[in-house]
């Protein structure tokens, strides 16, 4: 596919101005950023898709009221993150939005459906097959022991986020590929009777291999982020093991701390 084959100009543009953007000239806030905010919440809720133009600089700021170095700081400040690309010829042109998920008990398909991502997925492999050293310590079975292995290829707005590999006792579920395709693994196991209570789960990085970049629509080399999780039920037994790679350019963990004492 060409580089720039999934931003077509041919997608429907969305006015931003129908967003009813504004900004408040009181605020403390610089007017840039607050212009800059208001256009990345938009293009997290799926309210500008890639491929949507924002109309030229001058253009923009004339009917929002704002100057042009002020409309072109907020652009700039989305293009430093990679949500907006500036193209000779079209103009600033909506690229991605990057997921924030919230780090806890969820599955990747519910908080992407919730965010207005349009969660797709793409079933890569599903089969029954002998337990490897990891999966069966993570499962609490035997090595060897049969296992029922999922790996999928998620999606948003048809664009690759993330790789999914899931590891499963074969009495816990036996789903097909359409419901795979159809809905998260997580509301699969609960429609077959699991309540899911807790889970152990750790997150790092690393490099993505030739095979990973090629599959995530990346290049060799680039950084990925790495998550592994034991999901629990309400009887302490291990349902669900999953390691699991996303894009560092398209995903991100949000955790709230509390202090204490």
Do not use: C, I, W
């Given at each position: 596919m060409p580089p720039d084959a999934r931003y077509s100009p041919q997608v429907a543009n969305k006015d931003p101005l129908d967003l009813r953007l504004s900004v408040d000239r009181g605020s403390p806030v610089p007017l840039y950023f607050q212009l800059s905010q208001q256009l990345e919440s938009a293009i997290e809720r799926g309210l500008l898709v890639p491929g949507n133009l924002l109309g030229n600089e001058i253009e923009l700021a004339g009917r929002l009221g704002?100057?042009?170095p002020t409309v072109r700081q907020a652009i700039q400040a989305l293009v430093e993150k990679g949500l907006l690309v500036r193209r000779r010829g079209i103009g600033t042109q909506v690229v991605h939005s990057q997921v924030r998920r919230p780090l806890e008990l969820s599955s990747l398909y519910d908080d992407l459906e919730a965010a207005g991502q349009q969660p797709a997925t793409r079933v890569l492999r599903l089969e029954t097959q002998e337990a490897g050293a990891e999966a069966a310590a993570a499962l609490g079975l035997a090595e060897g022991a049969r296992v029922r292995l999922l790996e999928r290829l998620r999606l948003?707005?048809?664009?690759?986020?993330?790789?999914?590999?899931?590891?499963?006792?074969?009495?816990?579920?036996?789903?097909?590929?359409?419901?795979?395709?159809?809905?998260?693994?997580?509301?699969?196991?609960?429609?077959?009777?699991?309540?899911?209570?807790?889970?152990?789960?750790?997150?790092?990085?690393?490099?993505?291999?030739?095979?990973?970049?090629?599959?995530?629509?990346?290049?060799?080399?680039?950084?990925?982020?790495?998550?592994?999780?034991?999901?629990?039920?309400?009887?302490?037994?291990a349902v669900e093991y999953g390691t699991h790679l996303y894009r560092a350019s398209r995903y991100a963990f949000n955790f709230q701390l509390l202090v204490r004492g």
């Open positions: 704002l100057s042009r948003t707005h048809g664009e690759p986020v993330a790789f999914l590999r899931n590891y499963l006792p074969p009495d816990v579920l036996k789903p097909e590929v359409a419901e795979l395709e159809r809905t998260g693994l997580y509301r699969l196991l609960r429609g077959a009777g699991s309540t899911l209570h807790s889970a152990r789960q750790s997150v790092g990085a690393r490099s993505a291999s030739a095979a990973e970049a090629e599959l995530l629509d990346e290049q060799a080399g680039a950084p990925l982020l790495t998550m592994q999780r034991t999901t629990y039920d309400d009887t302490g037994r």
